[in-house]
């Protein structure tokens, strides 16, 4: 059996579709399963429950959303080798879904609407599966490092050995970010986290806020920045840290996906549509107005985790 699942959209989106997609794998091991998506993100697929990436932008594959397309015949020889298709892709009339069945796919299963409104996003990527027969037993992402990955990380701390803060202090939108002066107030207070070194994890957009955020990092503290990195290299530098904070972001639900604990600020977003999975995760919303989170929330959910892990 053969399975292609076309999947787009952020990190987030991806890493909340991980659980439908191991399921189907844990019920089909002997399957061949691609992931047409954005390589960067879908490699965390890579040896959990996927055997191929191939990129969703790559040219010729744009022409499946056109009514009535000449479509390459590379493209329409590729999607026939499937016996199913599974699409997370906006697909209201259906002309995807056209397209592929008339490159002789066998099965085409479109996820529904690409937002979820009643249940967890988790729940709501994973309904294929009952479309498959398959009992929907969906779990926390739990995602693993490569030999490669871990040698990385290795390079990255120099083998010191201390009990890493992770921070990251941005997200896809604006409005779901804490003020900066907030995050210095905890960098103030750092150590009251029961962390004594810091990890800034960030991207291009947040080079100013890091560099302004470094210069609050309690005095003897090494801060070590992870910018910009590949995600399956991040993912291994987030499993030697004790603690993330983040936001609602794609980078809270890679944190919380490699089992790490994870405190996660959520604002105009909805948590529990969108809250990360994972073994130790606490939610911090206090309506929908980011600033009405004050830091001694963040200590204090900081210091709950530190107990959880303490008594359990």
């Not at 980011?290 to 709950?304: T, Y």
Request: with cysteine; net charge neutral.
């Amino acid at each position: 059996m053969r399975y292609l699942l076309i999947r787009g959209g952020a990190i987030g989106d991806f890493i909340l579709t991980l659980p439908g997609m191991c399921c189907l794998r844990e019920q089909n091991p002997d399957a061949h399963i691609e992931i047409l998506g954005y390589p960067r993100i879908a490699c965390l697929a890579l040896g959990l429950c996927a055997d191929r990436v191939r990129a969703i932008d790559e040219r010729g594959f744009a022409a499946f959303f056109a009514r009535g397309a000449d479509l390459d015949p590379a493209w329409k020889s590729y999607i026939a080798s499937f016996d199913c298709v599974v699409s997370w892709l906006y697909d209201p009339d259906h002309i995807l879904e056209t397209n592929i069945l008339g490159c002789g796919a066998q099965r085409f299963l479109c996820n529904g609407s690409p937002r979820p409104t009643d249940r967890h996003a988790a729940e709501h990527f994973s309904s294929f599966l009952r479309q498959l027969g398959i009992p929907a037993q969906i779990q926390a992402p739990s995602l693993t490092a490569s030999p490669s990955d871990h040698e990385q990380a290795n390079r990255f701390f120099q083998n010191q050995q201390r009990r890493w803060l992770a921070l990251h202090p941005g997200s896809g939108s604006a409005m779901k970010n804490w003020p900066l002066d907030q995050w210095k107030i905890i960098l103030e207070r750092a150590a009251e986290t029961g962390a004594n070194g810091l990890v800034l994890v960030t991207g291009e957009a947040e080079n100013d806020s890091a560099k302004r955020l470094i210069e609050s990092v309690p005095s003897g503290w090494p801060c070590l920045r992870a910018a910009s990195l590949p995600l399956s290299e991040l993912a291994a530098i987030l499993r030697r840290c004790s603690l993330f904070v983040g936001h609602d972001s794609g980078i809270s639900h890679l944190a919380a996906a490699c089992g790490i604990p994870t405190v996660c600020l959520f604002g105009p977003t909805d948590p529990k549509l969108w809250a990360p999975r994972g073994s130790c995760v606490k939610v911090i919303q206090k309506g929908t107005a980011m600033i009405d989170i004050l830091p001694e929330d963040l200590i204090s959910a900081c210091r709950e985790i530190r107990e959880d892990l303490t008594t359990s």
